[in-house]
């Protein structure tokens, strides 16, 4: 069965690193775009990052362009959202999402599979 877990949130000072990881199982990782999502309280769930299944193409959402990074090791089945210069507003759950040769999109509709999420606070 598919299955995504996500992993590597915590409490961090503005202008602080992360790196979260998506740790997949169940499926070809190199046959699914993975996208990374938030969402904060009270708020809709946004996308953040994708990459695509295939040729690797990245996209980022506008508020976090420069700042984080998406990248995967298809040897540990395992996919990687490094977030550096985090700001308070990057504060929320963040999810990993698949789906079988997905568009790279940003839409949460467009994505079949889900993790249960990591929490992410930015904070002094």
């Known amino acids: 069965q598919y299955q995504l877990v996500e992993s590597g949130g915590g409490l961090v000072q503005p202008g602080g690193s992360l790196r979260l990881s998506c740790d997949t199982s169940g499926f070809t990782l190199d046959r699914y775009t993975i996208g990374w999502f938030r969402q904060a309280p009270g708020k809709e769930r946004e996308g953040v990052s994708s990459?695509?299944?295939?040729?690797?193409?990245?996209n980022y959402a506008n508020s976090v362009k420069g700042r984080f990074t998406i990248s995967r090791d298809n040897t540990k089945n395992t996919v990687y959202l490094q977030m550096n210069r985090l700001k308070p507003e990057d504060t929320a759950v963040y999810y990993c999402?698949?789906?079988?040769?997905?568009?790279?999109?940003?839409?949460?509709?467009?994505?079949?599979?889900w993790g249960q999420g990591t929490q992410v606070t930015v904070s002094s």
């Open positions: 999402a698949a789906q079988y040769y997905g568009l790279g999109t940003l839409e949460k509709e467009d994505y079949s599979y």
């Open positions: 990459l695509r299944s295939m040729g690797g193409v990245t």
